[in-house]
Every structure is written in C-alpha cells, then in structure tokens.
Nanobody, 123 residues
Framework: QVQLVESGGDSVQAGGSLRLSCTTSGFFFGVKSMGWFRQTAGKERELVACINYDGHTTSYADSVKGRFTISKDATNEMLYLQMNSLKPDDTAIYYC????????????????WGQGTQVTVSS
C-alpha cells in the first residue's frame, strides 16, 4: 500500500530555512503528481506546493512563492520541500501527499497522505 513518511520539521526563528523530506513507497513514482500541504488548528488544509508527475512543472501558493521550492528525486523516490525566509505564518503541520490519479496534473485534491511533520517559526 501507499506509504508516505515526512521528516525535517523543526522549530526555527524567522528568516531561517528548513528542508522537508518525504520517503515514499507502494506506488509507481513516475506517474503520480505530488504535493506538500499544510494545516493549522481551525483551518482547512491548504496546498502549498505541487509538482507534476513529470517533475518539470511546479506550482505554489502565493504566500510561499519565491521562498519555497518543491522537488522530487525519481531515483530514490523522494519528495522535498526547501523552505527559505521562513515566517511565523508558516507555522503549521506539513503533509506530503500523492495524487490518487495516474497521470493527473497539479493541483491535486484526492490524495494519499503522510502523517505530517511540525514546523514552528518564532519571531
């Protein structure tokens, strides 16, 4: 079955950087678009960054454009999120997600999910 395991969450000060990683298994990596979502208490989970199955096309929420970069490593079947210039508003649980569709393109909405990793940014 599909398994997604996030790592890399931490507590940092504003302006700092973190790199989230997602270890994947249980599906054909090259035919699935993937993304990173985040959620805070009382709010809906939001799509932060998405990468198409081909690994060449990416999209980002306006709030993170220019600061976050999503990438994938097809050889090791890993998904990453590089987060720079972090702000307190970036504080959330971050989830790795893979589209249940095959050959579907971003944005993704019907997904398999990881368990999440906490990112806390202090001012």
């Amino acid at each position: 079955q599909v398994q997604l395991v996030e790592s890399g969450g931490d507590s940092v000060q504003a302006g700092g950087s973190l790199r989230l990683s997602c270890t994947t298994s249980g599906f054909f990596f090259g035919v699935k678009s993937m993304g990173w979502f985040r959620q805070t208490a009382g709010k809906e989970r939001e799509l932060v960054a998405c990468i198409n199955y081909d690994g060449h096309t990416t999209s980002y929420a306006d709030s993170v454009k220019g600061r976050f970069t999503i990438s994938k490593d097809a050889t090791n079947e890993m998904l990453y999120l590089q987060m720079n210039s972090l702000k307190p508003d970036d504080t959330a649980i971050y989830y790795c997600a893979v589209d249940q569709r095959t050959w579907g393109r971003c944005p993704i909405s019907n997904n398999y999910w990881g368990q999440g990793t906490q990112v806390t940014v202090s001012s």
